[in-house]
């Protein structure tokens, strides 16, 4: 993907504001760890990896904005910034597993002048984008391997250049796919009710000449009942020990319409995305969003007035429908809690 969905550009951070795509194209610059963090909470970045490097330049710029205050009060500022990027978005483990790092790192380096801890975790965050970008290349060529020439793949939500640092987990599968010379076709659902699929799945990969076709969510299941559908190949938010996923709403009725119907169903998952403290999928928090996103869309509403909405984020599929996890250290076939305890050694 030639866009970068992150840059940094004049000491601060600018991100593609995806709650405009694809009608606009813009950068939005942050300067603070407070800014990112609304940011994030707004949903101008959105996906795990992508909001883990996010997380991380907030830590870098508050440390930068903080630099010339006193010791004591560069160290509660500090504090204060890991907080409320903690408290943006409940659901993605990206977030905290790139706030624990950059705590680690700055627990390190402390003691040293305000300009070199601050210069220290900007080089922290500059390394976390550009490892989230090599996982996506080595999840993407293993991923490849799976999808044979001519298929057909359903992917639900954006799991692409945007939802990451670039190349994508999904998607990323299918750009590599293609780069080996393969022929993959994508079918991109809409995505309710942010429509991830229909405004940034679809545009990632009509902006690179893969063929995509959209169809609302409610249609998976007719394509697979016809012999549409090939593959499913997703992202994933949150993937707790025994291998259950949580992934955009509306997930786990793909991964049961593809059981049915004997279909390979994938899910892309740096080892970022792995969270070995959560026991099983019922311990994943699920995000609830403003009942404005169900309404309708932007400023236009269609919902009856009056009536009570319900907008959970995220779900959860049961490890037993993951036909196998694509990680930056191979295929996990059947996952279980043994076996993703042996990919961390």
């Known amino acids: 993907m030639k866009i970068e969905t992150l840059r940094w550009m004049n000491n601060k951070l600018e991100m593609i504001d995806q ?20 940011g994030i909470r707004s ?25 010339g205050a006193s010791l004591v009060d560069f160290h509660s500022g500090m504090e204060a910034g890991f907080t409320v990027l903690e408290r943006s978005r409940p659901t993605a483990v990206n977030l905290f597993w790139a706030l624990q790092r950059m705590h680690t790192v700055w627990s390190m380096v402390k003691g040293q002048k305000n300009e070199a801890v601050a210069q220290r975790l900007l080089e922290e965050a500059h390394e976390i984008l550009a490892e989230d970008i090599r996982i996506n290349r080595a999840m993407g060529a293993f991923g490849a391997e799976l999808l044979p020439d001519g298929a057909r793949v359903l992917t639900h939500c954006n799991a692409g250049a945007l939802a990451t640092a670039g190349w994508g987990t999904a998607l990323g599968v299918f750009r ?55 593959a499913v ?37 740096p080892l ?15 995000e609830e969003r403003s009942a404005d996103e169900v309404k309708g869309f932007r400023d236009y509403h269609w919902a009856a007035e009056g009536v009570s909405i319900r907008n959970p984020s995220f779900d959860v599929t049961p490890a037993e429908l993951v036909t196998a996890l694509i990680t930056e250290r191979g295929v996990v076939r059947q996952p279980n809690r043994d076996k993703l305890r042996a990919l961390f050694g």
């Open 272 to 286: 970022s995305t792995i969270d070995m403290s959560i026991v099983g999928g019922a311990d994943i928090p699920i």
């Open 43 to 67: 949903m101008v970045v959105r996906g795990a990896p992508a909001i883990g490097v996010a997380a991380a330049y907030g830590v870098a710029l508050e440390a930068l904005r903080l630099q």
């Open 176 to 230: 590599s796919a293609v780069e080996a010379g393969k022929k993959i076709s994508v079918i991109a659902d809409e995505t309710r009710p942010f429509l991830q699929g229909a405004r940034l799945t679809a545009w990632e990969m009509v902006q690179e000449n893969i063929p995509v076709t959209l169809i609302t969510d409610n249609m998976a299941g007719f394509m697979m009942s016809r012999g549409e559908i090939d």
């Open 233 to 269: 190949v997703v992202g994933t938010d949150r993937v707790a020990s025994n291998g259950d996923v949580a992934n955009k709403i509306g997930t786990y009725m793909v991964a049961v319409l593809a059981r049915r119907h004997n279909i390979p169903f994938y899910v892309a998952c």
């Open 19 to 38: 709650r405009v795509l694809p009608a606009s194209f813009q950068y939005l610059a942050y300067d603070s760890a407070a800014s990112v963090a609304e």
